[in-house]
């Protein structure tokens, strides 16, 4: 076709894009399709919520931080009225909380909740590119349709219910997830995300122990840059958060709520114990080991596993959910790429039982279905329901731990065999040529 100048002309004759799809500047039935559905899916969010109401309680929190830095006051004494909920995020975010001040509640509301949809849409967005999955013709439609449908996964939900900040922080990171290492802005949104919530740091320690180092880098001097910035603009809310109000886990919460989906709240609620000291602490600690070993493996196994890295980021993601002591069902917004990731690779029976179960689990709101919802006092019966997402993260882990015990195994056995492979090639040669010398005619042999 090129040597008769045709392959231009064939492309604009050919109705579909290069990816197979429609032709450019038409509409995507796929897409339209999807848009529909979505449409559909938060017009009955949105009537929900309007039935059942949302107090968007930590809006409001974020609201009084913003307003106790306006006006001077003492932020970590601050306690939103009617709530008694205090301020438990490092001042640079409460700086940033203070263009909440300009609006009245009503309408805060309603642009908190426009920020969330667009937070969500580019987290679905980021989640796909991290999969590297669907194919580009179909990335439109799947992002709309996923975004629209999201909405009912628990954590979203509870993350609109409450005015919450997860959808930035998970987008922070997810950007730095896919940018590729080479970037010198990698690492900027990690450091940016632990200005915020502290959490996110562990993600700065995998990039250090997967090899890349500058990005690491980049992300500590953001995040203390951020600090820096928040130390300069509030100098004594700085010094009390950061050697008193950071390690007091009280001010976040009552570790042993069914709210808490963390490893430390599971091991409290099946102890019937407000605080599980020792066994949580070795739980805990045996949690992050492994959590973070795999996500550590799965980062250096590119060579080895489709998607290692991205494999790499969640699991580092689940290993802080599993290790911090609270970690709210909200905060395991990280089902997002996790659900993306499981539905790229839903290819044999196993893989597919696992997405059916992660998407069950997500989209159940079992734990506020338990009798006890203050933790003490729960039913043997009601454990498993009442502490769903650790197990799921656990059993996560693990999974990805044996694909990539097996596809390392496996590539050890093709080396080996490439070896002996090639080891009887030059055994074959140097035999061969041994013969041929054999074969020779004594009389030239004796010439030589």
């Known amino acids: 076709m090129r040597e008769f100048g045709l392959t231009r002309w064939t492309r604009q004759a050919d109705p579909e894009g290069p990816d197979g799809g429609p032709a450019s500047g038409g509409p995507n039935p796929w897409t339209i399709a999807a848009a529909c559905v979505a449409v559909v899916s938060v017009a009955a969010f949105v009537l929900q919520r309007h039935l059942h109401g949302a107090n968007m309680v930590d809006?409001?929190?974020?609201?009084?931080?913003?307003?106790?830095?306006?006006?001077?006051?003492?932020?970590?004494?601050?306690?939103l009225p009617g709530w008694d909920l205090p301020a438990t995020y490092p001042p640079f975010a409460a700086m940033l909380f203070v263009p909440s001040t300009w609006f009245d509640v009503s309408p805060l509301r309603i642009l908190v909740t426009l920020g969330n949809y667009a937070l969500l849409g580019?987290?679905?967005?980021?989640s796909l590119k991290l999969a590297g999955w669907p194919a580009r013709r179909y990335r439109t439609a799947a992002t709309v349709l996923a975004a629209g449908l999201a909405v009912w996964l628990e954590p979203v939900y509870t993350t609109f219910q409450y005015g919450q900040v997860n959808l930035g922080i998970l987008c922070l990171v997810l950007w730095d997830l896919t940018r590729p290492d080479r970037s010198r802005?990698?690492?900027?949104?990690?450091?940016?995300?632990?200005?915020?919530?502290?959490?996110?740091?562990?993600?700065?320690?995998y990039l250090f122990l997967t090899g890349r180092t500058r990005a690491a880098l980049v992300s500590i001097g953001t995040f203390l840059a951020a600090g820096l910035v928040g130390w300069a603009v509030l100098p004594d809310?700085?010094?009390?958060?950061?050697?008193?109000?950071?390690?007091?886990?009280?001010?976040?919460?009552?570790?042993v709520l069914v709210d808490n989906q963390s490893l430390r709240g599971a091991v409290c609620r099946l102890l019937d114990v407000n605080d599980p000291g020792t066994v949580g602490l070795i739980a805990s600690g045996l949690v992050a080991a492994l959590g973070l070993g795999v996500a550590v493996l799965a980062?250096?196994?590119?060579?080895?596993?489709?998607?290692?890295?991205?494999?790499?980021?969640?699991?580092?993601?689940?290993?802080?959910?599993?290790?911090?002591?609270?970690?709210?069902?909200?905060?395991?917004?990280?089902?997002?790429?996790?659900?993306a990731l499981l539905a790229a690779e839903a290819r044999s029976t196993g893989r597919r039982v696992l997405l059916g179960v992660t998407l069950a689990v997500f989209l159940?709101?079992?734990?506020?279905?338990?009798?006890?919802?203050?933790?003490?006092?729960?039913?043997?019966?009601?454990?498993?329901?009442?502490?769903?997402?650790?197990?799921?993260?656990?059993?996560?882990?693990?999974?990805?731990?044996?694909?990539?015990?097996?596809?390392?195994s496996q590539a050890v056995d093709a080396s080996a065999g490439a070896w002996a492979l090639l080891g009887a090639r030059l055994d074959h040669d140097h035999n061969h040529d041994h013969a041929r010398d054999d074969d020779r005619d004594p009389a030239l042999s004796n010439r030589t």
């Open 364 to 408: 159940s709101h079992v734990m506020w279905a338990v009798p006890h919802r203050w933790g003490r006092g729960v039913a043997w019966y009601w454990q498993l329901p009442g502490s769903i997402y650790p197990p799921l993260a656990l059993a996560v882990l693990v999974a990805i731990g044996l694909r990539l015990y097996r596809a390392r």
């Open 299 to 339: 980062g250096r196994s590119a060579r080895v596993l489709r998607r290692a890295d991205a494999w790499g980021g969640v699991c580092a993601a689940l290993t802080a959910l599993l290790v911090s002591p609270i970690s709210w069902t909200h905060h395991w917004v990280w089902c997002l790429p996790l659900i």
């Open 237 to 255: 809310a700085s010094y009390g958060f950061w050697t008193t109000y950071l390690w007091d886990p009280s001010r976040v919460g009552v570790t």
């Open 185 to 205: 802005a990698k690492g900027v949104g990690i450091g940016l995300a632990t200005a915020i919530k502290i959490t996110p740091g562990l993600f700065t320690v």
């Open 59 to 79: 809006m409001l929190v974020y609201r009084a931080e913003g307003q106790a830095v306006v006006n001077g006051d003492d932020l970590y004494a601050m306690r």
């Open 122 to 126: 580019l987290a679905v967005h980021l």
